[in-house]
């Protein structure tokens, strides 16, 4: 589909001026109460002036493909005695890196966030106190491409991102304020008094890699005392036009340290470096060699039988062949770095790019490396990862690690489909795995920022289908929903009824585009249950998931009290049940359909009416039973659905005996064939699809809600009151889980102590009950103890309410 090419913002160079202050009101005015939309103008950054380099960028497609450095910034300053405090609000369009004194600033990466820069900049702040010198200082900055000036790569041979998003040069702002301890402060901002010249950086491309010359490496260039009398003065520009707001979710940064498990030589002067698993990152490698040699890299999920290198499920956007990419696009588009040796010997990390890989391709050595001398970098966005799901099956300790893994490295600030290939936020995806997510990690910063992003990228008439806006209008309302199922979410979860009110009135709009673009109620475009074995059609789980919206609105209404509302979106999630059970429920459905999808989405929507679920249970396991293997056979958003349905209408033991299998199709089948992230399809791929894909991670959720029986309850959001419901399928024995609510910790753990008898410890936080849900027979009984002593509760039925403590349940034959 061709778009109109969005405004190419063209930007000049700009520097910092040191000014003296008294202390002064830096308030502002706010979009909302203790909002993430804050104005950072309460920093003054309006006194400072976005800067670039001189450059112009390349009149051509074919030029961005040729040497381009990346430029560095310099500012020496004077400070006093005395600080108390000093603090850097920085960001860019593009990526930036900063130091002071030579001093790295910060953990953070790949900073600031992906945006869209004509729209919104979230500002990064740092506490730099200790890193003031006395008297004499200096700020470097090195500007990188990211995603507002990226290469005009044709991904499937069509789609520019140049045209595509708001783009145009690399450009910094920033203001470091000195606070001193007798009230006075002093800023520096960045202006023309800045001086630029170019380093080390020769290419970047948050896509393809990183071209390093550590010839051209400038000695002592962001240090006090350096001469920058040939260097030039920063030019200043009108910046990507987009509002400046303080960063309120968690950066990107490093996590994880990978030391290589094996190192083979599969031809001459090529060796390949095993990381063990398959990660999103980069690498770090010592370098040694004569001064002008090149090492290149490239990087794969994947080796051939012969131990060469399969880079093809990690090409950029399926460009495999000459020409697809456009004009000066390379033939195959490879995740590569490069570097050629300086001086003397280095440690070597590629800036401004990531990759997905388990393999590195290194050529150009003159002997082989050692595994001391090579690091996997494992980063994203730094969510708590407090949360914990484990059991007696090494099957499902795997199939939770491979999906933890999949969820974290798909998270570079937005959250990928595939980090390598596109590195697209799409809606579908957060979907099928927002709720997953939030069971694994605390995800509320990172899923305001995620909302806000489709707020940015949606247009009046139209779905799309990624945040930030990619220029991809194809899948329909299951991808562009997820603006409105993760608001639902972080209300469900978090009781986030701030965001509620604050988005409430764009909710409306977008409804009512809804109702535009679908006015008799039922979708009859987009894609549908993506990467399902058989056919879905998508009038089945789009107007499902328009049901979905309606009564997510009616919910929110109800948080309003706008009555009128509440009524009118209750009315409209009756109309589009009743046209849904019409077509796929009260007639049979002729056509070739995945029945596993079928039943599963009616049931999880509720369609079905009660007096009928007795029929729907029993067509929903006739299709369990004639899937592959007696497995799913279900795609992005079937799958989630049958997990659950399945938990509630049929077992939850069913769905492990699936889980806990390790044939075709299923998470053990990818686990047995040496998955160490879940595939994007259920058969492996080795040329075309990714090895890295959090789709079908939902299963993840399912060990949470199920194993664990930790869910929230609708009615009492943010865990105010919950639901603890464990199950104990034969063949596990224990069960631990962990989750961090609101109100503090929740655990859920059992353990089977012999044929009929089982132990549960639960700990329900502060401010928290829990409706506790376990199976308790005729011929049973049940012993509870709160806080290490005895305690009387009905416990005729198993079903009961727990305020909050630490239990001890054991429930035994009489």
């Known amino acids: 589909m061709k778009l109109s090419p969005r405004l190419i913002w063209v930007l000049m160079l700009c520097g910092l001026t040191f000014t003296v202050f008294s202390c002064q009101n830096l308030s502002s005015e706010k979009t909302a109460k203790n909002s993430p939309e804050e104005s950072i103008t309460g920093f003054n950054l309006d006194n400072a002036s976005w800067i670039t380099d001189a450059k112009p960028l390349p009149e051509k497609d074919s030029l961005f493909y040729l040497t381009h450095p990346a430029p560095i910034f310099r500012k020496e300053f004077n400070s006093k005695d005395n600080i108390k405090k000093a603090t850097l609000y920085i960001t860019a369009a593009g990526y930036y890196e900063a130091t002071i004194n030579g001093e790295r600033i910060g953990k953070n990466i790949l900073d600031p966030a992906w945006t869209d820069f004509s729209k919104r900049i979230f500002v990064s702040e740092y506490d730099i106190t200790s890193q003031i010198n006395k ?178 499920t990690t090409v950029i956007g399926q460009i495999k062949r000459k020409g697809a990419g456009g004009p000066g696009a390379p033939d195959i588009a490879w995740q590569t770095d490069s570097y050629v040796i300086g001086d003397n010997d280095a440690w070597f990390q590629p800036p401004f790019t990531y990759h997905v890989y388990r393999y590195i391709e290194i050529s150009g050595l003159k002997e082989k490396p050692n595994t001391e001398d090579i690091q996997g970098l494992m980063f994203h966005t730094n969510v708590e990862n407090e949360n914990t799901f484990s059991s007696s099956s090494d099957l499902l300790n795997s199939i939770q690690e491979i999906s933890e893994r999949s969820f974290l490295t798909n998270l570079i600030s937005v959250q990928s489909d595939c980090a390598a290939r596109e590195k697209f936020g799409y809606g579908g995806d957060l979907n099928a795995t927002s709720e997953a997510y939030i069971n694994n990690f605390d995800m509320k910063g990172i899923y305001r920022k995620t909302v806000y992003d489709w707020a940015d990228a949606m247009k009046d008439s139209s779905f799309v289908d990624t945040a930030p806006f990619t220029g991809v209008e194809y899948c329909g309302i299951s991808w562009e929903s997820a603006y409105l199922t993760t608001q ?109 999808t079928l039943f599963s989405t009616l049931l999880y929507h509720n369609i079905v009416p009660t007096e009928e679920l007795g029929a729907a249970k029993d067509s929903l396991q006739k299709a369990i039973n004639n899937g592959p293997s007696g497995h799913l056979n279900t795609g992005i958003f079937g799958t989630k659905y049958a997990l659950e349905a399945v938990s509630k209408n049929i077992s939850p033991e069913a769905v492990f005996n699936i889980v806990n299998s390790k044939a075709y199709p299923g998470w053990g089948f990818m686990v047995d064939n040496g998955a160490t992230t879940i595939w994007e399809t259920w058969k492996e791929s080795d040329g075309t699809f990714s090895n890295n894909h959090p789709m079908f991670g939902s299963v993840s959720e399912w060990f949470y809600r199920w194993l664990g029986g930790i869910q929230p309850d609708p009615e009492h959001p943010g865990f105010k009151k919950f639901i603890l419901t464990p199950s104990t399928p034969e063949g596990l024995e224990f069960v631990n889980t962990k989750y961090n609510s609101p109100f503090g910790t929740i655990v859920s753990n059992w353990k089977k102590l012999d044929s009929n008898t089982y132990e549960y410890t639960f700990a329900i936080p502060s401010g928290s009950s829990a409706q506790v849900k376990l199976a308790l027979s005729a011929s049973q009984n049940i012993k509870i103890t709160k806080d290490g002593s005895g305690f009387n509760t009905d416990t005729t039925s198993g079903d009961f309410d727990l305020e909050a403590g630490h239990y001890n349940i054991v429930i035994a034959d009489k």
């Open 488 to 596: 639902y979410y972080l209300y469900l979860y978090y009781n986030d009824t701030d965001f509620v009110k604050e988005m409430y009135d764009k909710n409306i709009k977008w409804m009512d585009k809804v109702a535009r673009i679908h006015p008799d109620g039922m979708v009859n475009k987009g894609l549908s249950d993506h990467e399902s074995l058989q056919p879905v059609p998508v009038q089945l789980t789009g107007t499902s998931h328009y049901m979905q919206c309606a009564e997510i609105m009616e919910t929110f209404a109800k948080v309003m009290n706008d009555k009128e509302n509440e009524l009118k979106y209750n009315q409209l999630a009756d109309h589009l049940r009743t046209l849904v059970k019409n077509e796929f429920w009260d007639k049979p459905v002729k056509n070739k359909i995945n029945r596993q």
């Open 135 to 312: 008297n004499e200082n200096c700020l470097g900055v090195t500007l990188g491409n990211g995603f507002y000036n990226p290469l005009p790569l044709r991904k499937w041979g069509r789609r520019n991102l140049r045209t595509d998003l708001s783009v145009g040069k690399p450009t910094v702002i920033a203001k470091l304020i000195i606070e001193y301890t007798n009230g006075e402060t002093e800023e520096v901002i960045t202006d023309d008094s800045w001086k630029y010249s170019y380093g080390p950086i020769q290419k970047n491309s948050v896509y393809i890699g990183v071209a390093y010359d550590a010839t051209k490496e400038i000695k002592g260039w962001n240090t006090n005392g350096f001469n920058d009398t040939q260097w030039s003065a920063a030019v200043i520009g009108n910046g990507p036009g987009g509002d400046l707001q303080k960063a309120f979710f968690p950066p990107v940064q490093i996590t994880k340290t990978l030391t290589p498990t094996a190192i083979t030589s599969p031809e001459k002067d090529t060796y390949i470096v095993d990381m063990g698993v398959n990660f999103t990152g980069t690498f770090k490698m010592k370098m040694t060699g004569k001064k002008g040699d090149t090492i290149n890299y490239r990087f794969g999920e994947r080796i051939y039988d012969d131990g060469s290198l399969n880079p093809m």
